[in-house]
C-alpha cells in the first residue's frame, strides 16, 4: 500500500497532529513521525514474569481491582490439541513452527498493552 500511496503525496504535503506538523515528501517519513508522535510520553517495558516488576508497577498493572481484566480461560477439550500447540509455542527447536503459528494465530488474541 506505500507504494499506492506514495505517488499522492503531492509537494507542500504536511502532516499535523494536534499543534504538532511536519512538512512531508515520502510516505515513510509521515509514518515514521505519526508513529514517533503517538509514543510521546509513553513508556514501554517488557518483563518475563510478574516477578520481575516493582510492587507499584505490578499493582498498577495487574492488581488493582479497578483497572485489571480478568478473562476467563477456556482449556481445549482435546489433550493432543494442548500439547501440540504447547510443544510449537514453548519448543526449543522450532522457532519457524513458532512464528509461523503466531503469524497465522495472532489477530486472534486481544492484547492488553
Known sequence: YSRQIEGKIGVGARMERG?????VSRFRTAMDWLLADARRG????????????????LWETTMNPETRRVLPLQPA?????????????????????????????GAEVDVDI
Open 77 to 105: 477439550t482435546e489433550r493432543a490439541t494442548v500439547h501440540a500447540v504447547f510443544s510449537r509455542l514453548m519448543g526449543k527447536n522450532e522457532a519457524a513452527a513458532r512464528r509461523e503459528w503466531m503469524e497465522l494465530h
Open 42 to 57: 509513553v513508556e514501554i517495558q517488557r518483563y518475563k514474569g510478574l516477578g520481575e516488576m516493582n510492587p507499584e508497577q
Open 19 to 23: 499543534e504538532r506538523g511536519l512538512a
